[in-house]
């Protein structure tokens, strides 16, 4: 089987995907934070409003944490691209029950929406599995960059398309609605392109039982596995870190900023561009010459004191030179740490390895938004501060512990 084949259609379905998600990023606060907003009693205060926003935050990725296991050990057994559509399905569906939350101003339809589409929102953990399938030793970082790749240009197009979808000024029934709707007719189109391109790739079949506690099951055997503990450690502190910068940095940006959702759009489309440029101008040529310990030595460091270096500006116009070396930082992050956890498991059991990893990683990601909301009313920086600490921690596990063991 070509690995080329394959890596084209799982391309699409992760920028597909991650457009999707991107498109929510802009108009999250002016949807909560804004008495306008109307899911929200106008008259409810600031401190409330920015709570349920960290916990709708926190709800899709503590779905995720249930969903992922499960959707990885079913594709072990089952196949992947079975899966992959299975879980787009319940994305699309969440998207659709989304806007009708926001079209009859229901929280708690938000609120079970976004846990439809986290808990099937752990097809990237099966993407993931597929593209090591395809890969050896010799490629896998390079292939798994491209999913970093795919990260970036949905960040790229889905903020900046979020902030435009949802402004009236661009068009007159443009509303808030309008970016879950695109975003639905977006997974659709990715299921008919894994339906048409997609081939299987699972080689051996590998039966588990899951149930609805593997994801907690998991964590247990994260942290059981001596030659695994500092790796899941590491993945769990990198990754509660940059969730509490992500989940809370377009709060930052409309607080200290006043931005509006398309100013918003334009930052984060702004970090997308850089990260391709990062996959595409240096994870290759440094995956050539460095293994993936040494590079996370070097940007894992670097990313944690950019999240200080992040909220010093006076005005956004300095973020023109501080996000280039985020993207970059981050860019050169994710691949290899995936690279270093899918390498020290055996071929029938990348499903398995990765759906750990995924629920090591979406634990990692709800509890922050939900943490989030609670520093951010004592001092916006607070969470940027939080995020430096956690990926200095995951640095020096890094570096001083997992370092002897890879």
Excluded at 104 to 118: D, K, P, T
């Amino acid at each position: 089987m070509q690995s080329k084949k394959v890596l084209l259609p799982l391309f699409f379905t992760v920028f597909l995907d991650l457009l999707g998600g991107g498109l929510a990023i802009p108009i999250m606060p002016d949807l909560l934070l804004e008495p306008t907003g109307g899911v929200l009693p106008f008259a409810m205060d600031r401190e409330t409003r920015t709570l349920i926003f960290g916990f709708l935050g926190g709800i899709f990725f503590l779905a995720q944490f249930l969903g992922a296991p499960i959707l990885g050990a079913i594709s072990d057994r089952d196949g992947r691209k079975k899966v992959l559509l299975m879980s787009l399905a319940g994305t699309l569906v969440g998207y659709l029950l989304f806007a009708f939350g926001i079209y009859i101003q229901n929280i708690y339809l938000l609120f079970f929406s976004r846990a439809v589409a986290g808990f099937m929102g752990g097809n990237i953990s099966v993407a993931l599995s597929a593209i090591s399938d395809v890969s050896d030793e010799t490629n896998k970082t390079r292939n798994f960059g491209l999913v970093g790749a795919a990260f970036g240009l949905g960040f790229i197009f889905g903020p900046f398309l979020g902030g435009k979808l949802a402004d009236p000024h661009t068009v007159s029934w443009f509303n808030l609605m309008t970016p879950f709707l695109v975003a639905a007719i977006l997974t659709g189109i990715n299921m008919f392109l894994v339906i048409i391109n997609l081939p299987e790739t699972l080689k051996e079949r590998r039966e588990r039982k899951v149930t609805i506690f593997t994801g907690l099951e998991n964590i247990s055997n994260a942290f059981q596995h001596a030659n695994l503990r500092t790796t899941f450690l590491t993945v769990f502190s990198i990754t509660f870190g940059f969730s509490l910068f992500t989940q809370f940095f377009s709060v930052f940006l409309k607080k200290k900023f006043q931005m509006d959702m398309g100013q918003i759009g334009m930052i984060f489309g702004y970090v997308g561009v850089w990260s391709v440029i990062s996959q595409a101008a240096f994870l290759r040529p440094l995956s050539k010459k460095f293994n993936s310990l040494q590079i996370l030595k070097v940007s894992l460091l670097a990313i944690s004191i950019l999240m200080i270096v992040i909220i010093l500006p006076p005005t956004p116009f300095y973020y023109f030179f501080i996000i280039p070396f985020v993207a970059i930082s981050q860019g050169m992050t994710q691949p290899n740490i995936n690279t270093i956890v899918t390498n020290q498991a055996a071929a029938n059991e990348q499903g398995q390895m990765l759906g750990i990893n995924q629920s090591v990683q979406s634990l990692a990601m709800a509890i922050p938004p939900m943490i989030a909301g609670f520093l951010s009313n004592i001092d916006i920086r607070l969470p940027n501060i939080g995020a430096a600490i956690c990926m200095f921690i995951g640095w020096a596990l890094l570096y001083f512990a997992l370092g002897r063991k890879v």
